[in-house]
């Protein structure tokens, strides 16, 4: 069993940066991909980043490539989602996961609460 707890919402100007956190509680944390999610409203939930237990292999989607950045340090159960020149269209409720999955959400058990970011034009 893992719980996931996000952090580091908030209201940001376009071209601004925040730095989101996933704090996980569970021994099996290390052995688990760890993706970050992003649902706006009214529409579904999209994939954003992912990254492999090892942290050896990532994968972002097209529309955050180049500004955002996902990490993980398995000593503090904590995966990150650092996010930079950000854009109103990045306003959405951000969720951390923990699975085997990839790119899908069905591939992920486990899922933090969300954390609301919203992007000012």
């Known amino acids: 069993q893992v719980q996931l707890v996000e952090s580091g919402g908030g209201l940001v100007q376009a071209g601004g940066s925040l730095r989101l956190s996933c704090a996980a509680s569970g021994r099996m944390f290390s052995t688990y991909n760890m993706g970050w999610f992003r649902q706006a409203p009214g529409k579904e939930r999209e994939f954003v980043a992912t990254?492999?237990?090892?942290?050896?292999?990532?994968k972002y989607a097209d529309s955050v490539k180049g500004r955002f950045t996902i990490s993980r340090d398995n000593a503090k159960n904590t995966v990150y989602l650092q996010m930079d020149s950000l854009k109103p269209n990045d306003t959405a409720v951000y969720y951390c996961?923990?699975?085997?999955?990839?790119?899908?959400?069905?591939?992920?058990?486990?899922w933090g609460q969300g954390t609301q970011v919203t992007v000012s034009s």
């Open positions: 996961a923990a699975g085997v999955g990839w790119i899908r959400t069905t591939g992920y058990a486990y």
């Open positions: 990254i492999t237990w090892s942290g050896g292999a990532i």
